[in-house]
């Protein structure tokens, strides 16, 4: 009870707070850049945005009262952003994307950093157009971590059903952030390092991991991504083997993309189960186009009898060997 009247009460030490989101990673990051595009076809919805530093605050408020802030208002205040949202759908989903600026509390320890530290990668949060209406939202290390395991099945997931997946993924993670008595992805949406790191149920170091991963621009986001749901990211090889080698590519693929097959020409030509390393082949083949083009959406399609595929439909929509294609492409 004590903790949730301190957090009602530094609540209400947020300046501005109707439409209003804040951007964190391990303390909330200044001087960053928004930008909101329509999840599905990437259109940019609304013009860019800066999130707030100590500068844009001292601007808007005053020297005098943000010299009569603590800490912890400082925080509130810091890394704040602020959109009209009104042109949005609400059933429709959106992709808030975060890059760069200056975490201001890079060790979470409640204080504001002398100088910050800056970040050099990007993250997201996929919201609705009603929580983006709504405000209130935080754009997170939680956020970035959901985003990257659904990223790739977003094309094959309708609305309510990515909703789903997203409630499913929150209730792995986190307990109830919004005191409504569920855990769902509004839960992830407003969890916030300043209040809510006990309310994460794995191990916090995979937290932590993902935190230098995006700070640093560099490392495997996705690998660091699966370790905050508590997951190891599987390898491609061995998914392949379990799951593709035969039920896929040996079911259907070599009845035309072998040598000497009608899809002889194309940019996947595989080996048959009579050759004693297929698998590690046919891996290889995907290993291969993978280094130089953009493999997932071209080879789903075409499975699906897409883009122009002779071959006709292979995998239908929504059928677990297309769920496990589209595991294994985004495992390259």
Same mark, same amino acid.
């Given at each position: 009870?004590?903790?949730?009247?301190?957090?009602?009460?530094?609540?209400?030490?947020?300046?501005?707070?109707?439409?209003?989101?804040?951007?964190?990673?391990?303390?909330?990051?200044?001087?960053?850049?928004?930008?909101?595009?329509?999840?599905?076809?990437?259109?940019?919805?609304?013009?860019?945005?800066?999130?707030?530093?100590?500068?844009?605050?001292?601007?808007?408020?005053?020297?005098?009262?943000?010299?009569?802030?603590?800490?912890?208002?400082?925080?509130?205040?810091?890394?704040?952003?602020?959109?009209?949202?009104?042109?949005?759908?609400?059933?429709?989903?959106? %992709?808030?994307?975060?890059? /760069?600026? @200056?975490? =201001?509390?890079?060790?979470?320890?409640? !204080? #504001?950093?002398?100088?910050?530290? $800056?970040?050099?990668?990007?993250?997201?949060?996929?919201?609705?157009?009603?929580? %983006?209406?709504?405000?209130? /939202?935080? @754009?997170? =290390?939680?956020?970035?971590?959901?985003? !990257? #395991?659904?990223?790739?099945?977003? $094309?094959?997931?309708?609305?309510?059903?990515?909703?789903?997946?997203?409630?499913? %993924?929150?209730?792995?993670?986190?307990?109830?952030t919004t005191d409504d008595g569920t855990v769902d992805?509004?839960?992830?949406?407003?969890?916030?390092?300043?209040?809510?790191?006990?309310?994460?149920?794995?191990?916090?170091?995979?937290?932590?991991?993902?935190?230098?991963?995006?700070?640093?621009?560099?490392?495997?986001?996705?690998?660091?991504?699966?370790?905050?749901?508590?997951?190891?990211?599987?390898?491609a090889l061995a998914f392949f083997e379990e799951k593709?080698?035969?039920?896929?590519?040996?079911?259907?693929?070599?009845?035309?993309?072998?040598?000497?097959?009608?899809?002889?020409?194309?940019?996947?030509?595989?080996?048959?189960?009579?050759?004693?390393?297929?698998?590690?082949?046919?891996?290889?083949v995907f290993v291969r186009l993978a280094a130089v083009?953009?493999?997932?959406?071209?080879?789903?399609?075409?499975?699906?009898?897409?883009?122009?595929?002779?071959?006709?439909?292979?995998?239908?929509?929504?059928?677990?060997?297309?769920?496990?294609?589209?595991?294994?492409?985004?495992?390259?």
């Open positions: 009870m004590v903790r949730f009247a301190s957090r009602l009460l530094t609540a209400a030490l947020v300046v501005l707070l109707a439409g209003c989101f804040q951007v964190e990673i391990a303390g909330p990051v200044g001087g960053s850049t928004i930008t909101i595009t329509e999840l599905r076809s990437r259109a940019q919805v609304l013009d860019p945005v800066v999130s707030e530093d100590q500068a844009s605050i001292i601007s808007r408020v005053g020297q005098g009262r943000w010299n009569g802030f603590d800490d912890l208002q400082r925080l509130i205040n810091l890394g704040n952003f602020f959109i009209d949202a009104g042109s949005l759908v609400d059933t429709r989903f959106y %992709l808030v994307t975060v890059s /760069g600026g @200056v975490d =201001v509390d890079a060790n979470t320890d409640g !204080q #504001v950093d002398a100088n910050g530290t $800056p970040v050099a990668g990007e993250w997201h949060a996929i919201m609705r157009g009603s929580d %983006l209406k709504e405000g209130g /939202g935080k @754009v997170s =290390v939680l956020t970035e971590a959901l985003y !990257q #395991v659904v990223r790739e099945e977003i $094309p094959q997931l309708n609305n309510p059903q990515l909703l789903a997946r997203l409630d499913e %993924l929150a209730r792995t993670i986190i307990t109830d992805y509004a839960d992830v949406l407003n969890w916030t390092v300043l209040f809510d790191v006990d309310k994460y149920q794995l191990d916090y170091a995979s937290v932590e991991q993902l935190q230098g991963v995006i700070t640093a621009g560099s490392g495997n986001v996705s690998r660091a991504a699966f370790q905050v749901i508590g997951e190891d990211e599987l390898d593709i080698a035969d039920q896929i590519i040996q079911a259907r693929c070599v009845n035309c993309h072998v040598d000497g097959g009608v899809a002889r020409n194309t940019a996947l030509v595989f080996a048959r189960n009579n050759n004693p390393n297929y698998v590690e082949q046919n891996h290889q083009r953009e493999v997932t959406a071209f080879v789903t399609s075409n499975a699906q009898g897409q883009s122009g595929h002779r071959g006709g439909v292979q995998l239908r929509a929504g059928s677990e060997d297309l769920e496990n294609l589209f595991t294994y492409l985004r495992l390259l």
